[in-house]
């Protein structure tokens, strides 16, 4: 703890000072003089590289017309001209055998039919650059595809040869081979430095198998590790495993890769940076949570790579990724890697050292329900009475009195990029928050809860309005929108006024029709205040608030259900299947017909209305885990009921399962929830089998 408050002053005040590796290679204009004082060498990479790779949207078979027609779009598109320059090539494009008799790389013909120089020459000649894949270890067929160990300054020759910019180096071979990544490593990178043609190559060190979530590794191996030595060696290096799965990027994965990354922000500096894998639009998270972890990877001067078929994005996608303001922060010259100030929880403040001085300020939620959020320019390092705020997302610009705060949604980050005020007097920094169910039918909703309502609910409904402004605000009002059938009644009156670092709470009466559709609607939130000199300002949030599917009715196998929302660690829940649905539902030898199949963590929730009285079920490990190794494997499993737990497993293994029988008397709504056990959810394929519930 000590050492971490250390860092973080340091990091706040611009104490820290990182030096680029000695041996970084060339990039135009920008030099890093070794600590002897010998010759200066080039940076290759000053602020973070920024491009698409193949892996995520194309999977293990890039084509050269595939990898030419993303080159084309990343220039219609404007994403290059926005900085995204590098098209990389991933795993898979070797042929099967996939050296030469003379020892030499080959491509697969098939993919690549005329080779991987005039793909590189095409590459360059819209203006953008080149990147590929090999791993760190030797070929071992059947096992891993390729691998340079024994031929590593052939291989970097070779790809110098054919004009790469950047090389990528895995360690799927490397970990079978049981080598030392630290010195295999050392040993590529040196290759790539002394390359024959002298060409500069960005070196990108991937070693995310053996992160704890695959294995107990000893740590020298780990990818938690590999900030230890990488930033001598390269301008990159991945600190955990893959953030998902080609096809499917989930945020808390993104989360917990975010995490990892945040361990040791000291490793970053200008050439060289920390890597959380690569970005995700469109490849399970929605808008909101992708923004998210646009910000996220920006406030990390992390790399920004597209891991998506940038042609199939929306443009609300491709408006995120290309977000000038955003892309700044994370471009910022001084290199810096933003820091959490407090504590980390569900809500957390994580700040990052501008050159400039200034502070870009990223207030995250990573909750299900909304929330307003807020700070201190003191607690980020500044200091003053007066503070232009500028919102990186909506451009917005005002100014505080010292405090930084916003209504983030579920699941979401706001940033904004805060300096010093001076001049006139800006617009005051007022924050009209989120709509908020707070009550349903007279009960609370638990704290952090997703907003959910039903057919013939009444609710109640806040939107919170404060003031981080020098000056009052006038006559504020709240208009709270809601769907057609529905009505809002306003309760209480409005303040004639707002004054300085004050809020007031406008609430409302939220009425459903018996007839309320199910599926996701929203509650939009219309506020407006008067500004002296400005006139009446007014600022629109909304809220995506669930109707529940109708609750079940007699004895019912709850897993036939309509569940309202349900996630798996890895892959989507099943329903009477082990999770994958490869195989039933097996624990201790007893196939069980109904139930679901999920990874940890998980959570399925169901509404039940206060209609049902009882559910029984049986929770344990599938036996599918028994063909994958002794490793992993362990479970937690709790019912949840409006916020409180019903019943609690422990933690269970895969030669153990238990039986619940619970009271369901008053429950409205239903939490199935899964934990990893504290393995990392490493094998853990878990069941609820039976369910069946009384209604």
Request: aromatic letters at 8%; proline letters at 7%.
């Amino acid at each position: 703890m000590k050492r971490h408050l250390t860092v973080l002053l340091a990091l706040l005040t611009g104490l820290l000072v990182v030096a680029a590796p000695a041996h970084a290679g060339p990039a135009a204009g920008t030099v890093a003089v070794t600590a002897s004082g010998s010759a200066p060498q080039q940076v290759l990479s000053p602020t973070p590289y920024m491009g698409w790779n193949t892996y995520y949207a194309l999977g293990g078979d890039p084509t050269e017309a595939e990898v030419k027609s993303i080159a084309d779009f990343l220039v219609s598109s404007g994403l290059r001209d926005a900085g995204y320059q590098y098209v990389w090539i991933d795993g898979n494009w070797a042929a099967p055998t996939p050296r030469s008799s003379a020892g030499d790389l080959v491509a697969n013909p098939d993919q690549f039919p005329n080779g991987l120089k005039p793909l590189v020459d095409y590459i360059h000649a819209k203006g953008l650059k080149a990147g590929i894949y090999t791993d760190a270890g030797p070929y071992i067929p059947g096992k891993c595809g390729l691998g340079s160990h024994g031929y590593y300054q052939r291989d970097a020759d070779q790809f110098a040869a054919w004009e790469f910019d950047a090389v990528k180096v895995d360690y799927l071979c490397g970990i079978a081979a049981d080598l030392d990544p630290k010195t295999v490593y050392t040993e590529f990178a040196q290759a790539l430095r002394n390359n024959a043609s002298g060409r500069p190559m960005i070196f990108n060190l991937c070693n995310p198998v053996t992160s704890p979530d695959w294995g107990n590794y000893p740590e020298e191996q780990q990818s938690t590790y590999s900030w230890t030595y990488a930033p001598a060696i390269a301008q990159s290096w991945r600190t955990y495993t893959d953030v998902g799965f080609v096809g499917e990027i989930k945020f808390k994965d993104v989360l917990r890769n975010y995490d990892a990354n945040a361990r040791h922000p000291e490793a970053a500096g200008p050439g060289h940076f920390n890597d959380p894998d690569y970005l995700g639009p469109e490849l399970g998270m929605t808008d909101e949570e992708f923004r998210t972890q646009m910000t996220l990877w920006s406030v990390a001067a992390a790399p920004l790579l597209i891991g998506s078929d940038v042609r199939k994005l929306s443009q609300t996608s491709l408006g995120i990724l290309a977000d000038p303001d955003v892309l700044a922060i994370n471009q910022d010259t001084a290199g810096i890697q933003a820091v959490r100030v407090g504590p980390a929880g569900t809500t957390e403040t994580w700040v990052k050292r501008l050159a400039n001085g200034d502070r870009a300020v990223m207030l995250l939620n990573r909750g299900d329900s909304p929330t307003t959020l807020t700070t201190k320019a003191s607690s980020v390092g500044l200091s003053g009475d007066r503070f232009t705020l500028k919102n990186a997302w909506t451009n917005q610009v005002t100014e505080s009195a010292g405090t930084i705060s916003a209504a983030v949604p579920a699941h979401g980050a706001a940033l904004f990029r805060v300096g010093p005020a001076t001049g006139k007097p800006g617009v005051p920094h007022v924050v009209a928050g989120l709509p908020q169910v707070t009550q349903v039918g007279g009960d609370a909703v638990p704290a952090g809860a997703a907003p959910l309502v039903a057919g013939g609910d009444q609710a109640r409904v806040e939107v919170t309005v404060r003031n981080d402004g020098a000056q009052p605000v006038f006559a504020p009002q709240v208009e709270l929108t809601v769907p057609a059938g529905w009505t809002a009644r306003p309760l209480g009156k409005a303040p004639k006024l707002l004054r300085s670092n004050h809020s007031a709470t406008f609430a409302f009466t939220v009425t459903l029709p018996a007839t309320a559709a199910p599926g996701s609607t929203a509650l939009t939130g219309k506020t407006s205040y008067k500004v002296i000199g400005k006139g009446r300002l007014r600022q629109e949030t909304a809220t995506a608030v669930v109707v529940a599917p109708a609750a079940p009715d007699g004895d019912v196998v709850l897993s036939h259900h309509k569940w309202i929302s349900a996630t798996s660690g890895w892959m989507s829940p099943t329903v009477d299947l082990s999770v994958g649905g490869s195989s039933p539902i097996s624990m201790l030898g007893q196939v069980h017909p109904t139930g679901i199949g999920v990874a940890s963590p998980s959570a399925v929730r169901y509404y039940l209305g206060d209609k049902c009285s009882r559910l029984t079920a049986t929770v344990g490990i599938d036996d599918a885990v028994r063909n994958v190794g002794p490793d992993g494997g362990t479970s937690t499993f709790q019912v949840i009921g409006d916020g409180r737990v019903l019943f609690d497993s422990g933690v269970l293994t895969r030669d153990d399962t238990r039986q619940a029988d619970i009271d369901l008397t008053g429950v409205r709504v239903l939490d199935l929830v899964v934990g990893d056990g504290g393995d990392g959810g490493y094998n853990d394929r878990a069941n609820w089998a039976g369910l069946n519930a009384t209604c």
